[in-house]
């Protein structure tokens, strides 16, 4: 059974701070791993997709890495701003069976003005 | 283009009762699937639906199903409602599928708060 865990739970940093959350898996076998952000009270915002074949991506000021073979992501904030300030899901996809979707318990990033 | 369209966004239901919930996934999307975020468990997947065949299923007990329609429309539907289904239940849907898995990026709706009493 995948388990996915996110550290640390919660984060708060000054604006303008260069930060990095991370994810673990603990099955390696995964088709690909997805970074979501969610407000409160609102559904999940996609940021990054990773394909198992892949190493890393970027979008913007994000930038999120894969270790399939260690079980572990990283996803790398740079230069953070107050609106980023939200919670941050791990979430690792299996294919088939009961597993589906895994998601980690999140992140609660707050960044200070 | 639109998102995942999810309906109602709110509903207020009573033990023993019934609900359906409905989503629209994005355009050309066929694959859809649902979970169930509560702040003890987190977000906890339901099923998967591609092609109008279920083709995952979560941890969840038999109350819970699914369907998906031939425009790629899905349903969830809880019956015997229970207290502990008080939940934000959220649709997500995909653009493919190969293989035995899914192989694009998942896009969420807002999700449907259900309130159990």
């Known amino acids: 059974k995948q388990e996915v865990t996110q550290i640390p739970a919660a984060l708060s940093v000054p604006e303008g701070e260069n930060l990095v959350l991370n994810c673990s898996f603990t099955d390696s076998a995964i088709y690909n791993l997805q970074w979501f952000r969610q407000d409160p009270g609102k559904g999940l915002t996609s940021l990054l997709l990773?394909?198992?074949?892949?190493r890393e991506q970027t979008s913007g000021r994000l930038n999120a890495s894969l270790d399939k073979s260690s079980g572990r992501s990283t996803l790398y904030i740079a230069a953070s701003q107050p609106g980023d300030s939200a919670t941050y899901l791990c979430a690792v996809y299996s294919g088939g069976g009961a597993d589906g979707l895994t998601f980690g318990k999140g992140t609660h990033l707050i960044i200070q003005p | 283009k639109a998102g995942v369209t999810q309906t109602p966004r709110y509903l207020i239901k009573t033990r023993g009762q019934q609900v359906t919930l409905s989503c629209s996934p994005i355009?050309?999307?066929?694959?859809v699937s649902w979970y169930q975020q509560t702040p003890g468990q987190g977000l906890q997947f339901l099923f998967e639906?591609?092609?109008?065949?279920?083709?995952n299923k979560g941890n969840f007990p038999g109350r819970f199903s699914g369907r998906q329609f031939s425009n790629s429309r899905s349903e969830m539907n809880v019956s015997t409602l229970e207290l502990g289904d008080s939940a934000l239940y959220l649709c997500a849907s995909s653009l493919d599928w190969r293989g035995v898995g899914r192989t694009g990026e998942l896009f969420f709706g807002e999700g449907s708060r259900l309130t159990v009493l």
């Open positions: 355009s050309g999307h066929r694959s």
């Open positions: 639906y591609f092609s109008e065949t279920q083709r």
């Open positions: 990773i394909q198992s074949s892949q």
